[in-house]
């Protein structure tokens, strides 16, 4: 008897899984319909269909970021292909420590023979920067504003007194009016 090819049965899978997703989310707006009609109604779809294309278009730049990323290190793959792992892996958030994160995106360069430490290694790199991306918008929105000629200094005041790990008070970078106010 002739042993099934994996590359069939991950495609067949892939499919089901696809089909398992629709037929879910189907079912729980069938069941729900009552509750998302009147709120469905009251939403400006000009407005809903321009911030689903933004976001796709955000979604599809972070999946050509990891694409580049894999480019450099020298485990890159085809473009298509690692954009479809990339947003398979994005169902691995959900799961407790990225693991179908992972798992879900080295699938794919396994068919592709890619090295798996390599693309293990571009995925620490892809977390690291966007940790660091989140650590850069935090600062940015503790910065002071100039808004009509006024300094605004409220943001420092609440993340001080909230985390506790950072005193405007003792910041050089602040304009000694500034600190004198806090």
């Not at 360069?109 to 935090?138: H, Q, R, W």
């Amino acid at each position: 008897m002739k042993k099934p090819d994996k590359k069939k049965i991950l495609k067949a899978l892939k499919i089901l899984f696809g089909v398992l997703v629709v037929v879910f989310l189907a079912w729980y707006f069938w069941k729900n319909w009552d509750e998302f009609s009147d709120k469905i109604m009251n939403v400006d779809m000009g407005i809903f269909i321009f911030s689903m294309l933004f976001y796709f278009l955000y979604k599809i730049t972070l999946a050509s970021l990891w694409h580049y990323i894999t480019k450099l290190n020298g485990c890159a793959i085809k473009y298509e292909k690692a954009v479809t792992s990339y947003l398979y892996s994005i169902l691995g958030k959900y799961i407790p420590g990225k693991v179908f994160m992972l798992a879900a995106r080295l699938t794919y360069y396994k068919e592709e023979d890619a090295p798996l430490s390599k693309v293990t290694v571009c995925f620490f790199i892809e977390n690291v920067c966007t940790l660091l991306g989140a650590a850069m918008l935090f600062i940015v929105s503790v910065l002071p504003e100039r808004a009509s000629g006024k300094l605004q200094v409220g943001n420092y005041r609440a993340y001080s007194r909230v985390f506790r790990v950072y005193s405007p008070e003792n910041n050089q970078f602040l304009p000694a009016d500034t600190r004198e106010a806090l």
